[in-house]
């Protein structure tokens, strides 16, 4: 499988890391974590102007049609700077739209292209776990109109979002809604999580909401897309924080001497490598798969990634805090930043242990035991 990158992904990648290199520095990015509002409305504009935006959007509504490949290049950057904007929320929403809106809700589509607008998928429920199908949120049908009940725990910018797309039950099957962010009978918390992201709990009563297209292997899609941009986002943690603690480790001396000429350290940092080129090279795959026509074979790719993934971000974030020693946890050091989030991605949407079952659950694996 060829994993360069074509002539107008190199460029993309690089005309975004100049900007996050030049604007978007982990001081700056402090400042707008520990702000109010926990994001900021500069770089969301930047980000539309830059096509970020308009990158998943499909050409029919204005945007650029970029495939997995093409997001996978965007979330690599976006995770090495430790952006914590809601990128991720709305390229899933986009995507959730793309797959189950009508034709009539084209114009969203186009709105969040251009950064007019913010979206986010409220997969999770309190009791559910990793279940994404274990769903308490009901809806019932009003005439025309479909109304919602129940609570949705943390949402991913759910409160920065101008509209979420709800799974709910609808009688025995799963409906998406989709619900404006000033819709009557909603109550919304946000908050911010350790990773220094925005999280939001959804309450609805009677909440008026309008029925999208697709029903559950619609939603399952939505997730697996989800669950492959947060490998991505993860792989360009791990590399910033590889390189992070190969630094740090030429400038740490002890008896007299760089930590990082010593072998069992630099053992260390090959194993981290590993496991870094490991999980980028299931991501690509899974992303390559994502399309796939078979939702078995996509759903074991996503989850083969996924588990890898979490097993890297668990090893390089450990091996990268004890390289680092104390400093490693520290609030002032980048290298403890990434590593929260690395937590957060490995237990997002399934960790390990879930995506490995889900993996071996698939009717492909059992083939294989029995050739």
Request: aromatic share 8%.
């Given at each position: 499988?060829?994993?360069?990158?074509?002539?107008?992904?190199?460029?993309?990648?690089?005309?975004?890391?100049?900007?996050?290199?030049?604007?978007?520095?982990?001081?700056?990015?402090?400042?707008?974590?520990?702000s109010?509002?926990?994001?900021?409305?500069r770089?969301?504009?930047?980000?539309?102007?830059?096509?970020?935006?308009?990158?998943?959007?499909?050409?029919?509504?204005?945007?650029?049609?970029?495939?997995?490949?093409?997001?996978?290049?965007?979330?690599?950057?976006?995770?090495r700077?430790?952006?914590?904007?809601?990128?991720?929320?709305?390229?899933?929403?986009?995507?959730?739209?793309?797959?189950?809106?009508?034709?009539?809700?084209?114009?969203?589509?186009?709105?969040?292209?251009?950064?007019?607008?913010?979206?986010?998928?409220?997969?999770?429920?309190?009791?559910?776990?990793?279940?994404?199908?274990?769903?308490?949120?009901?809806?019932?049908?009003?005439?025309?109109?479909?109304?919602?009940?129940?609570?949705?725990?943390?949402?991913?910018?759910?409160?920065?979002?101008?509209?979420?797309?709800?799974?709910?039950?609808?009688?025995?099957?799963?409906?998406?809604?989709?619900?404006?962010?000033?819709?009557?009978?909603?109550?919304?918390?946000?908050?911010?999580?350790?990773?220094?992201?925005?999280?939001?709990t959804?309450?609805?009563?009677?909440?008026?909401?309008?029925?999208?297209?697709?029903?559950?292997?619609?939603?399952?899609?939505?997730?697996?897309?989800?669950?492959?941009?947060?490998?991505?986002?993860?792989?360009?943690?791990?590399?910033?924080?590889?390189?992070?603690?190969?630094?740090?480790?030429?400038?740490?001396?002890?008896?007299?001497?760089?930590?990082?000429?010593?072998?069992?350290?630099?053992?260390?940092?090959?194993?981290?490598?590993?496991?870094?080129?490991?999980?980028?090279?299931?991501?690509?795959?899974?992303?390559a798969?994502?399309?796939?026509?078979?939702?078995?074979?996509?759903?074991?790719?996503?989850?083969?990634?996924?588990?890898?993934?979490?097993?890297?971000?668990?090893?390089?974030?450990?091996?990268?805090?004890?390289?680092?020693?104390?400093?490693?946890v520290?609030?002032?050091?980048?290298?403890?930043h990434?590593?929260?989030?690395?937590?957060?991605?490995?237990?997002?949407?399934?960790?390990?242990?879930?995506?490995?079952?889900?993996?071996?659950?698939?009717?492909?694996?059992?083939?294989?035991?029995?050739?």
């Amino acid at each position: 499988m060829d994993f360069d990158l074509t002539d107008e992904q190199q460029q993309f990648r690089d005309a975004l890391r100049r900007y996050l290199d030049r604007e978007y520095s982990f001081d700056a990015r402090q400042k707008i974590v520990m702000s109010q509002a926990g994001v900021d409305a500069r770089h969301w504009n930047a980000f539309a102007e830059l096509g970020l935006l308009a990158l998943p959007v499909p050409e029919a509504q204005g945007g650029f049609d970029g495939g997995p490949v093409d997001m996978l290049v965007v979330m690599q950057e976006l995770g090495r700077a430790l952006v914590v904007e809601p990128y991720w929320a709305t390229a899933v929403g986009i995507e959730a739209l793309r797959l189950a809106a009508s034709a009539e809700q084209g114009e969203l589509l186009e709105r969040a292209g251009r950064g007019e607008l913010r979206m986010a998928v409220a997969f999770n429920e309190p009791h559910a776990r990793y279940d994404l199908f274990d769903l308490r949120t009901t809806a019932s049908k009003q005439g025309e109109r479909h109304t919602l009940d129940g609570r949705k725990s943390v949402v991913q910018h759910g409160a920065q979002a101008d509209y979420w797309i709800v799974p709910a039950r609808l009688g025995d099957e799963v409906a998406l809604f989709l619900v404006p962010r000033d819709a009557a009978n909603v109550d919304v918390t946000d908050y911010r999580t350790i990773d220094g992201q925005r999280a939001a709990t959804l309450v609805f009563r009677n909440t008026q909401a309008t029925r999208l297209n697709g029903g559950a292997a619609t939603f399952a899609k939505i997730a697996d897309y989800a669950t492959l941009l947060l490998c991505a986002e993860a792989l360009g943690a791990l590399d910033a924080l590889d390189r992070a603690t190969v630094d740090y480790t030429k400038e740490r001396k002890q008896f007299g001497a760089p930590i990082a000429r010593f072998q069992v350290l630099q053992h260390r940092m090959v194993d981290m490598l590993i496991r870094t080129e490991q999980a980028r090279s299931i991501t690509y795959l899974a992303a390559a798969r994502y399309a796939s026509d078979d939702a078995a074979t996509r759903t074991q790719a996503i989850s083969a990634a996924k588990a890898r993934v979490g097993q890297a971000a668990r090893f390089v974030g450990q091996q990268a805090v004890q390289l680092h020693g104390g400093m490693g946890v520290t609030n002032e050091m980048p290298a403890a930043h990434w590593f929260k989030r690395l937590s957060i991605i490995e237990t997002t949407l399934g960790d390990v242990d879930y995506h490995l079952a889900r993996f071996a659950s698939q009717p492909a694996f059992h083939d294989l035991e029995g050739a």
